[in-house]
C-alpha cells in the first residue's frame, strides 16, 4: 500500500475566519459537497466511529477523509486500511483548524474546484467534477474547547463525546455543544461500568442547544448507526 | 455550607510567561507551598482522583484546591463538599491557565505571601505564613493540548489520562506527555471492556519523557493510590 500523504499545515494569514467560513461552506454546496466536521475529546473514538459511519454510507457517496493531527499518522493509516482515500493534516502543535487550513486538506484530498494551496478554482479544476469526494469527513485535532472557536467552513458540525467522560461534559465545555448540529454520545456498550444518565447528558446537550440532534451510539458494537446514519443521509441530500 | 468563591480571571499582561512562571516556582519553593499542576482530557477523572489523593495526605498538609474551568463550579463544590477549601477559578473561555493567572488562585485560596490580584507580597502577608495551604492542587482546564505550552509556575506537573481514551494517547499528544513528571494511568477498573494494552501506553509514556513515573490507578476503587501519594510526599519533603 503506498504511504499516506501527511501534509504539513501552514499558518493562516486570513484575518477573518468567519467570512472564509462562510464563504467556503457556500464553495462546498455549489460544488455538490457535503463537509462534516468531527470533533471530540481525546479518546472519544471518532476514528472508530469514522470507520462504521463509512461502512454504512460508501454505497452512496464517494466518500474522502481528512485526518487532523498534531504530529502522527495513524488515523489516516487506519482509513486507507479500510480502502477510503485519506490525508492526515498536521497542524505542527495547533488545537484546531480554521476554513484555510480546511482548504489546503480539501485540495490534497483531491476535492473538485480545490488546488493546491487551499486556493478555490473554478469548478472544474483540481480533480474533475464528478470525480472527486462528494462527502468529506474533517476529523479535527482531539480537543472538547479550542476547535469549537474556530469555524472550518465544513456544513456541518458533529460532536462525539463518550460515556466515559460523564454525563456533565455539555455543562463544562459550553461553546463546543452550542455549535453541535449533531451529538453522538459513543461508548455505550460501556454504560455497564460508569454511573452515566443517558437522560442528564441528553438534556445538557438540549439546554446548549435545543437544535442538536443526539444520537447514542457504540462505535465498537455497532449500536445506534443505523439512526445516526439514516439521519446523516437525509441531511446531506435534504 | 458558604458558596464557593468564584474568581473570573483577568487575562495576562505578561509578555514572558516562562519567566513569571520560574520566578512563581522559585517564590513557592521559598514559602514552603508545594503547588501541584493537574492536566487531562475532558473527563478523565481529575476531580475524583484529587478526592482520592487528599483523602490520603489531608494529615500530612494543609490542602488546598484551585479548580479551573471555562465556565461551570461543579468541581469546587465536590472539592468544597469534602471539606476542603477550594476555589473556582473562571477563564472565561480560555483554554488553558498561565503563571500570572495561578498567581490570582494563590491569592484567592489564601496562600501565604499571595495578595488579591496575585501580586507577591512579602511572606507574611496575605495569610499569616504557616497558616496558608502547603499543599496546593491546581486542576487545568480539561484540554491535552494547550495547557501543556503554557507553564503556570506549579512545582510540579501532573497528567491523567484514562483507560478508555486508549494506549496511544502519549503517542497523538506529544508536548502534554513530554512536560510530566508523574502520568496517572486512571479507570484501570475499566481494563476488562477496554482494548487497552497497559505496557504499550508506558512504554509511549517513556518515548515522550523517560523521567516520568507512571502510575496505574482507579480513582473509583483507590487502587494505586498508595503507590502515588508516598511518591508525592516523597517528592514534596524531597
Known amino acids: 500500500m503506498e504511504k499516506v500523504r501527511i501534509l504539513e499545515l501552514k499558518k493562516t494569514i486570513l484575518e477573518n475566519n468567519d ?14 459537497i457535503f463537509a462534516v466536521n468531527v470533533m471530540s475529546s481525546p479518546g472519544a473514538g471518532k476514528t472508530t466511529t469514522l470507520l462504521r459511519t463509512i461502512e454504512k454510507l460508501k454505497d452512496d ?33 495547533m488545537c484546531h483548524l480554521d476554513a484555510q487550513m480546511t482548504r489546503q ?22 480533480a474533475a467534477a464528478g470525480e472527486g469526494p462528494d462527502l468529506i469527513f474533517l476529523e479535527n485535532v482531539g480537543n472538547l474547547v479550542c476547535p469549537a472557536e474556530f469555524d472550518t467552513g465544513c456544513s456541518m458540525n458533529v460532536v462525539i463525546y463518550s460515556v466515559p467522560e460523564g454525563d456533565d461534559k455539555p455543562q463544562k465545555y459550553p461553546l463546543m455543544f452550542e455549535k453541535a448540529d449533531a451529538v453522538l454520545i459513543n461508548k455505550i456498550d460501556a454504560l455497564p ?40 443521509k437525509d441531511r446531506i441530500h435534504g
Not at 467570512?19 to 455538490?32: F, K
Not at 461500568?193 to 439546554?207: E, I, N, P, Q, Y
Request: aromatic share 8%; glycine share 14%.
Open 19 to 32: 467570512e472564509d467560513a462562510c464563504l467556503l461552506r457556500r464553495e462546498l454546496a455549489e460544488r455538490g
Open 193 to 232: 461500568v460508569f454511573d452515566f444518565d443517558m437522560g442528564t447528558a441528553r438534556s445538557w446537550v438540549l439546554k446548549r442547544n435545543p437544535n442538536a440532534q443526539v444520537f447514542p451510539v457504540s462505535a465498537r458494537t455497532g449500536e445506534g448507526f443505523d439512526e445516526w446514519c439514516s439521519w446523516l
Open 61 to 93: 457517496f464517494r466518500i474522502g477523509v481528512m485526518e487532523a493531527d498534531i504530529d502522527s499518522d495513524v488515523d489516516a493509516l487506519k482509513i486507507r486500511e479500510a480502502g477510503i482515500p485519506a490525508v492526515q493534516l498536521h497542524t505542527g502543535g
Open 105 to 126: 486538506g480539501l485540495a490534497a484530498i483531491g476535492a473538485s474546484g480545490y488546488a493546491e494551496g487551499g486556493i478555490a478554482v473554478p469548478p472544474g479544476d483540481g
